[in-house]
């Protein structure tokens, strides 16, 4: 039987607040089994370009990354709250390990290509771009790694990549290896009926109700992107994803995905 490792991907909802960040990472240090953090940013990314009078720009919930963009979002989400995120995690007794793409080389992406749209220096990943033994080796070693969404090619630039593409693609890699259980926590309980009701958790949604969610508009904006990776994760070997609250990862209320 495989061992159990528990990926746990938090956004930029949660990040915003300290006291959220911190609540949560309080939560997650008292999971025993190995576990691994992927973290997102993008609502703190956005205030800071626009204090900084650069607007930011996003499509189908990807950023168009040019050059300026690329080094605020690299000061943004491998600097500060990388950082944050680990020295937070040390102070509760986990020796977490920091990490973008770049660093011994753990994810390497590729550079999307410009079809109808040029998102600029953003990275696509693949399973294969993560280094599945390293990662493996991290977690025997009795580190847990904390990734940031930057990534590199390889060739010497650093790429920007959806934080959520990141928390698939390393649970499909490590599910060879691992029983993976993938949870992506945000500021609601789970996928809702009604945006405005927090009530509204919808327990389990399979492949078919998900086409007729999106079907009817009750699933949008960043929640579609999600779910998309979240599905692609279930399809290809991770054993559970799970969409849930950051600051409720104990409770019973949540939306459980499943392929059929
Ligand atoms: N049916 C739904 N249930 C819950 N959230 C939804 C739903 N449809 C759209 N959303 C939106 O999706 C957002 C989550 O996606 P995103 O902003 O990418 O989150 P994060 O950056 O925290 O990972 C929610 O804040 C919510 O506004
Ligand atoms: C290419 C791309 O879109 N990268 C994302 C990475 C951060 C992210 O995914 O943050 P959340 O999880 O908080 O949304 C961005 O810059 O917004």
Request: some cysteine; aromatic content about 6%.
């Amino acid at each position: 039987m495989k061992p159990e490792l528990r990926i746990f991907k938090i956004g930029g909802g949660i990040i915003d607040s300290e006291a959220d960040l911190l609540e949560f990472v309080r939560l997650f240090s008292k999971i025993r089994e190995p576990k691994i953090l992927v973290h997102g940013g993008g609502k703190g990314a956005s205030e800071m370009m626009k204090n900084l009078g650069i607007a930011p720009r996003m499509i189908n919930g990807r950023r168009i990354t040019d050059a300026a963009t690329l080094d605020l979002v690299t000061m943004f989400y491998a600097g500060k709250t990388n950082k944050q995120i680990v020295v937070a995690l040390q102070s509760h007794g986990v020796n977490a390990l920091g990490l973008s793409g770049a660093d011994g080389n753990v994810i390497q992406a590729v550079k999307r290509p410009v079809r109808d749209i040029d998102y600029g220096f953003v990275g696509d990943l693949s399973e294969a771009s993560v280094n599945t033994e390293l990662v493996h080796q991290f977690l025997t070693l009795g580190l847990t790694p904390v990734f940031c969404p930057i990534n590199h090619d390889g060739h010497g630039q650093l790429l920007n990549t959806n934080a959520d593409t990141i928390a698939a693609s390393v649970a499909k890699a490590l599910s060879k290896k691992y029983a993976v259980a993938l949870h992506f926590c945000f500021e609601k309980r789970g996928v809702l009926t009604d945006i405005n009701d927090d009530d509204s958790v919808i327990m389990k949604i399979n492949l078919a109700d998900y086409a007729e969610l999106k079907e009817s508009g009750i699933i949008a904006d960043g929640m579609l992107p999600k779910l998309e990776n979240a599905f692609d994760a279930l399809q290809f070997g991770v054993d559970k994803v799970i969409i849930e609250h950051a600051l409720h990862i104990n409770e019973d209320l949540k939306t459980t995905l499943w392929l059929n």
